[in-house]
Antibody, heavy 125, light 107 residues
Framework: QVQLQESGPGLVKPSQTLSLTCTVS??????????WSWIRQPAGKGLEWIGR???????NYNPSLKSRVTISADTSRNQFSLNLSSVTAADTAVYYC?????????????????WGQGTMVTVSS | DIQMTQSPSSLSASVGDRVTITCRSS??????LNWYQQRPGKAPKLLIY???SLHSGVPSRFSGSGSGTDFALTISSLQPEDFATYYC?????????FGGGTKVELK
């Protein structure tokens, strides 16, 4: 079955760039009609949608983060990545990668159906 | 951005209770509404998509309803494993915003 696994540094210094990778197993990120997404969750708080990359390579970002976010894909490694620049303590959170699928095309069914386990990133000097 | 407002933010209930959580969007989103369950320390899991379609493997005690701006998630008979936090999300337009969450606790 399809599985996603986040990886990357657990500690990032303020003003630096947070870089995370999501490795996908059980499916190819370069085939099908999927979006590969990033979501984050500060401790004790709700979920924030960061952005996504389509199988074909187009991207969408949350405007609140758009100037600092880049999502890219490495199809040779079956991975997609998140880069978040100029981080502050407010970027401390658990970061999740997830697959967005149009489960029933034509029926308003875009949903995040498969999630990674999440990785904690702390921004601190 | 479309704002998603859930109520209540928390509730206390007993095993066997019927529980309803509501979600309101700041503009019409047709039936583009998903519900997720998140247990402590775990990733969210998809329960309901397209407002009322049960995701594969999700127990039938979960149901969703609504369209336009008002939606609801109902658990017909609360089970011990259902004590968790529930989030709605709109995939109608980016950014795909989430509601603030509803924590279901044991009374």
């Amino acid at each position: 079955q399809v599985q996603l696994q986040e990886s990357g540094p657990g500690l990032v210094k303020p003003s630096q760039t947070l870089s995370l990778t999501c490795t996908v197993s059980g499916a190819s990120i370069s085939t099908g009609s999927y979006y590969w997404s990033w979501i984050r969750q500060p401790a004790g708080k709700g979920l924030e949608w960061i952005g996504r990359i389509y199988t074909g390579g187009s991207t969408n970002y949350n405007p609140s983060l758009k100037s600092r976010v880049t999502i890219s894909a490495d199809t040779s490694r079956n991975q997609f990545s998140l880069n978040l620049s100029s981080v502050t303590a407010a970027d401390t959170a658990v970061y999740y990668c997830a697959r967005e699928d149009d489960i029933l095309p034509g029926f308003h069914s875009d949903a995040l159906d498969i999630w990674g386990q999440g990785t904690m990133v702390t921004v601190s000097s | 951005d479309i704002q998603m407002t859930q109520s209540p933010s928390s509730l206390s209930a007993s095993v066997g209770d019927r529980v309803t959580i509501t979600c309101r969007s700041s503009q019409s989103i047709s039936r583009y509404l998903n519900w997720y369950q998140q247990r402590p320390g775990k990733a969210p899991k998809l329960l309901i998509y397209a407002a009322s379609s049960l995701h594969s493997g999700v127990p039938s005690r979960f149901s969703g309803s609504g369209s336009g701006t008002d939606f609801a998630l109902t658990i017909s008979s609360l089970q011990p494993e259902d004590f968790a936090t529930y989030y709605c999300q709109q995939p109608y337009t980016t950014p795909h915003t989430f509601g603030g969450g509803t924590k279901v606790e044991l009374k």
